[in-house]
């Protein structure tokens, strides 16, 4: 779907957080790229780097931890620019929305003047201008009687409501990315519907690529192109989403598919994944899931699996991955 | 399944607000938050009964009104034909123990002070469930139940992860050997993989002890899979109430249809009949007349903004409370 040139390249992403004499490697040696009006789906379970992974994009982790590698944004390594060239990125070629709508919008300024302050520091509007903006935007995400709402507080707006004011502020000045760090989980799913098709619409719009964290599997199904699992830091399952959904070939997609209620007897027990996720600060020198995997050899316990491309877009990191559906491979 | 456990009928409760300085000087009284109107169902005895809606609908509220930490202003909630909320009832804490709570929050509901023996054994000594000798051996028991290692006893709740502090809870909540569990939101907390080992204990647990569950949850797929019947709740009433199966394969009010039809499933190529809601779900303080979900409801009339409609049975399906259940189901 994305033959021209990544806008969105990013190779060997580590972040690490210290506490006390604690070591965190949050995310660890995350590569990925991002076309053109691509939406891509990262998920996992909580604690297993995909918020990082984001802030890291943006150079938000960089205040509390170490992050290397690069992030080359339409050719630019931005993960090494300066705060304040950085600032002109942010929001204006790359937005980002957050999870909580409550807590992430100002609640003693109106939503207007959130919105105008956005324009005013991205782009060359006037007064007038960014205001008639504003109600644009907020008409475009859906806000009824936008106009009149612009005096309005978050407080008197509902969550699905603050989320589209986020949206709405995301996407003012125009950018050409989106990070989205779950969007709906804290809304209804009728509510959740609505936010996807608006953030789906605007990108197909706009033009605009977007990179979509979830837990949800069923979200990245209906919305994204294109998945990459994470676990315990690190990807280990990536590629289009109707093939790595349909025939997961790394253990941990596979058991976190099955363990989704559908398409299963009702009331009959559920297949889970035995164990938990390890703790960041004693990962085991081997693949981080091996001690809850059924395929796991010795290998797996000495060596980490690199994430390799197994054909199709596909990569896996992963020394015995289920073996690859038919017509799957390229 | 046959004997009813428990009976509510008609359960109304209203959350008034304090008067703010506005009303005092408009002389308005202050405003009510209402959170159920007029909800009726049964439990019956040994089924998971599966209650499902958006945030603010009151499924928490019904679930709270059940264990007594509410008391509804009008209807009544019977168990084995005896009303809990009659004077003589309210001492009677023989209710409490056999019907018991289970939380969504696992990180809030536990004492972060006591022990896991500590929090497992003051519920047996507060009802008396057994001689003091033997509380020791039955705390190693609940363990054993839950799945949790014996030396989890000597252990804080912070040592613990979310799934196991929500098998701490389902081991409290047995301790004392109840008939009923009232899960609110019991794994809404917890990660995919987490959330289906503790359903599975929960499933087994019920077909062991013979439990009948009351299970509320937003996840659809869920009460899905864990309910044998499902009610669907808007704005603190039951719109559809019915097998889980038959509701699930062919919901019959237009908001069913529209909640099960937003969740995403996962084939990429099943995008649904994706019936798109418009707007939000009204506020509880301000709930409109008649059907309260004509305002966002394709198939709303005239009579839907005037008159209530009530729960009724439907023929093949369970029951439905809308006015246009026959044509909108003859048409689809």
Known sequence: MTESQPILEVSNLCTTFRRGDRVLPAVRDVSFSLGKGEVLGLVGESGSGKSVTLRSILGLSRRYGEVSGAVRWMGQDIAALPERRLRRIRGREIAMIFQEPMTSLNPLLTVGMQLTETLKAHTDLGR?????????????????????????????FSGGMRQRVMIAIALAASPKLLLADEPTTALDVTIQAQILDLILSLADELEMGVILVTHDLGVVAQTCQNVAVMYAGRIVETGPVRQVLRSPRHPYTEGLMRSVPQDVPPRTQLYSVPGTPPSLDALPPGCAFAARCANRTAACLDARPALAPVGGQRSLACFNPARAAQGDAA | MSETVMEIRDLGLEFQLGRTLADVIQRRPGRVVNALNGVSLALKK???????????????????????????????????????????????????????????????????????????????????MRPESEIDARVAELLELVRLPQDAAGKLPHEFSGGQRQRIAIA?????????????????????????????????????????????????????????????????????????????????????????????????????????????????????????????????????????????????????????????????
Do not use: W
């Open chain 2, 172 to 332: 409290r909540a047995l301790a004392v050997e109840p008939e009923v569990l009232i899960a609110d939101e019991l794994v809404s907390a917890l990660d995919v993989s987490v959330q289906a080992q503790v359903v599975n204990l929960l499933l087994e647990l019920q077909e062991r002890l013979n439990l009948t569950i009351l299970f509320v949850a937003h996840d659809l797929r869920l009460v899905r899979h864990v309910s044998n019947r499902v009610a669907v709740i808007y704005l603190g009433r039951i719109v559809e109430i019915g097998d889980s199966e038959t509701l699930f394969a062919r919901p019959a009010h237009p908001y069913s249809q529209a909640l099960l039809s937003a969740a995403p499933s996962l084939d990429p190529d099943d995008k649904g009949s994706a019936i798109r809601l418009q707007g939000e779900l009204p506020s509880p303080m301000d709930v409109p007349p008649g059907c309260p979900f004509h305002v966002r409801c394709p198939h709303a009339s005239e009579i839907c903004k005037q008159q209530e409609p009530r729960l009724t049975a439907h023929e093949g399906r369970g029951e439905v409370a809308c006015h246009h259940v026959k044509e909108i189901n003859t048409h689809a």
């Open chain 1, 128 to 156: 007038k201008a960014r205001r008639d903006r504003a109600i644009e935007m907020l008409d475009h995400v859906g806000i009824p009687a936008a106009a009149s709402r612009l005096q309005d507080y978050p407080h008197q």
């Open chain 2, 46 to 128: 040994g089924e998971t009964l599966g209650v499902v809606g958006e945030s603010g609908c009151g499924k928490s509220t019904l679930a709270r009104c059940i264990v007594r930490l509410y008391t509804p202003q009008r209807g009544r909630i019977t168990y084995h034909g005896q009303d809990i909320f009659a004077e003589d009832a309210r001492a009677d804490r023989s209710y409490n123990r056999r019907v018991q709570m289970m939380f969504q929050d696992p990180y809030s509901s536990l004492n972060p002070r006591m022990t896991t023996g500590q929090i497992l054994s003051e519920a047996l000594r507060v009802h008396q």
